[in-house]
């Protein structure tokens, strides 16, 4: 009983650490189905985590961070597809640049305003998400098996968790059961034959953009409103990159996607649990090797496993309008 109550723990842990990588590992989706590739969701994550944290801080109202963070990520998506879209500049460029920008207006900014050593003040009450029970939780919590799984697992999470994983059926509703989302994937596969078809190829990578700021924006805002009570200076801590490896680990399928942020969460989650504990036949193991642990496994699982991906033909690719 033990052991399952630990595995419980640590499932929940997964599901707890999977939401950012699953809302930003969707962003990247939307815009790499277009066409668009974007090494700048870290960038991103981290904007709009210190944008929701200040705002929450300041305002005290979760909603409004909620809302900054958004707003804050689909601005620097914007700028992303003006250089990528408009100006057909390096898309990898692009993205590393945003992301070197924001690490450091965030520390700037936060000591600035907070003088808190780039953190934001810690939040509490209506400034931050509260976890939410679901019917009948505290009710079943003793019952052998079925309790913890209802009670710890399922129940107990943040309105953004619940969301978060929404969003993988509407991700694939849109992708593949809305015009919207086909004259998507055309954009990335064969831009010029859409645009003989009289659409828009520039309006719709844009549109895709704008998606993955509003998708970032969440993955943001949930790292400071909800996870942790506040802005910490470089908070997302390679997430952005581990949900690009997910995606291509996922092979651009949003089911996929949800199965390998979980996989990758699980990573990250075991490893907490091990720190400190020592292995059976190795014993202690350094602390920084277990933090080390997912990123070490996610290279594996992409060299070994993964086979070959193929990414949309047309990804990269700056469209010039045939004349």
């Given at each position: ?26 962003a990247g989706l939307f815009t790499e189905r277009a066409g668009v590739f974007d090494i700048g969701l870290e960038g ?183 996870m942790t009570a506040g802005f910490v200076k470089g908070m997302t801590a390679g997430k952005g990159y581990i949900a ?15 199965f390998a942020c979980l996989l990758f969460g699980f990573l990250d989650a075991l490893s907490i649990r091990l720190q ?48």
């Amino acid at each position: 009983m033990d052991f399952f109550l630990s595995l419980v723990a640590i499932l929940e842990s997964t599901i707890r650490l999977s939401v950012p990588l699953l809302f930003a590992a969707l962003a990247g989706l939307f815009t790499e189905r277009a066409g668009v590739f974007d090494i700048g969701l870290e960038g991103k994550m981290l904007g709009a985590a210190f944008a929701a944290g200040a705002v929450a801080a300041v305002t005290g109202s979760v909603w409004l961070g909620l809302a900054a963070g958004i707003l804050v990520s689909v601005a620097l998506s914007l700028v992303h597809g003006y250089a990528a879209i408009t100006q057909r500049g390096s898309q990898i460029v692009s993205g590393v640049a945003i992301n070197f920008i924001v690490a450091g207006a965030t520390v700037i900014l936060g000591e600035a305003w907070f003088r808190q050593g780039g953190r934001t003040p810690a939040l509490s009450g209506s400034a931050r998400f509260q976890t939410i029970d679901l019917p009948f939780a505290d009710a079943l919590r003793g019952v052998p098996i079925i309790g913890p799984i209802y009670s710890e697992l399922l129940s107990g999470h943040f309105l953004l968790t619940y969301l978060a994983f929404a969003m993988v059926p509407l991700t694939w509703w849109v992708l593949y059961r809305t015009r919207f989302g086909l004259r998507l994937r055309a954009v990335g596969e064969n831009p010029g034959a859409v645009d003989t078809a009289g659409i828009s190829v520039v309006w719709m990578r844009y549109r895709a953009v704008i998606c993955c700021g509003i998708l970032t924006g969440f993955a943001g805002a949930y790292l400071s409103l909800a996870m942790t009570a506040g802005f910490v200076k470089g908070m997302t801590a390679g997430k952005g990159y581990i949900a690009l490896a997910a995606l291509i680990f996922a092979k651009w399928r949003p089911v996929n996607v949800m199965f390998a942020c979980l996989l990758f969460g699980f990573l990250d989650a075991l490893s907490i649990r091990l720190q400190g504990n020592p292995l059976p036949l190795i014993g202690q193991v350094p602390v920084q090797f277990m933090q080390a642990l997912p990123y070490l496994l996610t290279v594996i699982l992409l060299a070994g496993f993964i086979g070959k991906a193929i990414p949309p033909k047309a990804g990269g690719v700056p469209y010039v309008k045939e004349r």
